[in-house]
């Protein structure tokens, strides 16, 4: 079954330095997306993105965040100063249609310390 | 706006008995419903979904959920519980736009032996 790759796994970064986490959304899907979940707290949006623009994006998704697809295949959130409460673990999806089932990728657990 | 309400933080069942995961949705428009599933350091794997037709939706691992539009309720059953369901589900709707993807807070399923 397609899926949702996403990389690194894990990042240990430094507060202040910018990080950089990858997606590789299923290939004949249109639409992508940003979410996040702080430990112990509700999955929130922060970005969809289709025809190589923002769709929408939440309060959360700043100036210090961007999004790219760079290559066609790849999907980037790029957060340029992390901050302590960027801790998280960021999940990436991807959907054939609007209001599709959405496919996750499997998180990158962020640790700024 | 879409807002989901889950009902039970935690609900603990004995292997064998009915599950039984509720979860109340509010929309402005006829809704997409979701369930998704997320085992201990892993990504969130949909369950099932409802869009238009059929008001009782089967999905996978021998879960389905009911949509039923007076009681704005879409809850998620499962006539036996097994050890390996114990995970932290997510109710979630569909904006309206199809931009996102909006959670409740998750109910986490134990299964007792």
């Known amino acids: 079954e397609p899926e949702v790759t996403q990389t690194p796994s894990h990042q240990v970064t430094q507060m202040g330095q910018e990080v950089i986490l990858r997606c590789v959304p299923i290939s004949n899907h249109l639409y992508f997306y940003w979410y996040r979940q702080i430990l112990g707290q509700k999955v929130e949006f922060l970005v969809s993105f289709y025809n190589n623009e923002i769709s929408e994006k939440s309060e959360i998704f700043d100036d210090q965040f961007s999004v790219e697809r760079p290559d ?10 992390t901050k302590l409460e960027d801790s998280a673990m960021y999940f990436c999806a991807s959907s054939e249609l609007r209001r599709g089932g959405y496919t996750f990728g499997s998180g990158t657990r962020l640790t700024v310390v | ?22 979860c109340n949705y509010s929309s402005s428009v006829p809704p997409y ?4 599933v997320q085992y201990p350091n892993q990504g969130l794997q949909l369950l099932l979904k409802y869009t238009t037709g059929a008001t009782l939706v089967k999905g996978i691992n021998g879960f389905e959920a009911e949509f039923k539009k007076s009681e704005t309720s879409f809850h998620l059953t499962k006539p036996s519980a097994h050890m390996s369901d114990a995970a932290e589900y997510f109710c979630a709707v569909s904006d309206v736009d199809g931009n996102k993807l909006v959670f409740g807070a998750g109910t986490i399923l134990r299964v007792k032996s």
């Open chain 2, 33 to 36: 419903l979701f369930w998704y």
């Open chain 1, 72 to 81: 066609g295949s790849n999907f980037t959130l790029k957060i340029r100063s």
């Open chain 2, 1 to 22: 706006a879409q807002s989901v309400t889950q009902l039970g933080s935690h609900v603990s069942v004995s292997e064998g008995a009915l599950v039984l995961l509720r």
